[in-house]
T-cell receptor, first 115, second 117 residues
């Protein structure tokens, strides 16, 4: 039973255009959401996050939107750059698990930005 | 400063052998996590250490898997009698203790790619 779903395995966009990466979750106890970026042979690196008390968080070219009623979040990258080409993981956590802030990850989306 | 390091970066072993994977967390990080990523899957939580508290082992897939954290720093994940389905990338992450900072980002190491033949 996958609690965090990234249904599109890959996305290809033209440099300069917007990339929209989607993520759905099923566990209503999740109250904090994160996006990680992963290059080959490297560990995931934190990109941006959002708390369930917000519906938008912006950091430079990256914006994450959260729709709690739909249990859906999306990552927008604009403008997209070739260096953004990587695997993007959506992750979620629940403060109700106590001190263990374990993350539940989706399967990832491979983003390719064409020059 | 130094990030999370893991060794070895790659490990090839034969079915039935035991393997040990090592993680050196960021200095000062009291929380340590092990995850694994099987082919085509997301990262799967395995085990969590926080200071001197009993570890949360709820993610370990079988009793062949165990982990230790010595002195609150270095951690070793041991897989006994490895099976082919154990083949995956094993990732370690560390963070500050919960409540010290918000948001409490987890920093990941580069992972150990385990291949069981």
């Amino acid at each position: 039973d996958q609690q965090v779903k990234q249904n599109s395995p890959s996305l290809s966009v033209q440099e300069g255009r917007i990339s929209i990466l989607n993520c759905d979750y099923t566990n209503s106890m999740f109250d904090y959401f994160l996006w990680y970026k992963k290059y080959p042979a490297e560990g995931p690196t934190f990109l941006i996050s959002i708390s369930s008390i917000k519906d938008k968080n912006e950091d430079g070219r990256f914006t994450v939107f959260l729709n709690k009623s739909a249990k859906h979040l999306s990552l927008h990258i604009v403008p997209s750059q070739p260096g953004d080409s990587a695997v993007y993981f959506c992750a979620a956590r629940s403060s109700f698990t106590g001190a263990n802030s374990k993350l539940t990850f989706g399967k990832g989306i491979t983003l390719s930005v064409r020059p | 400063g130094a990030g999370v390091s893991q060794s070895p970066s790659n490990k090839v072993t034969e079915k039935g052998k035991d393997v040990e994977l090592r993680c050196d967390p960021i200095s000062g990080h009291t929380a340590l996590y092990w995850y694994r990523q099987s082919l085509g899957q997301g990262l799967e939580f395995l085990i969590y250490f926080q200071g001197n508290s009993a570890p949360d082992k709820s993610g370990l897939p079988s009793d062949r898997f165990s982990a230790e954290r010595t002195g609150g720093s270095v951690s070793t994940l041991t897989i006994q009698r490895t099976q082919q389905e154990d083949s995956a990338v094993y990732l370690c992450a560390s963070s500050l203790a919960e409540g010290q900072v918000w948001p409490n980002e987890q920093f990941f190491g580069p992972g150990t790619r385990l291949t069981v033949l």
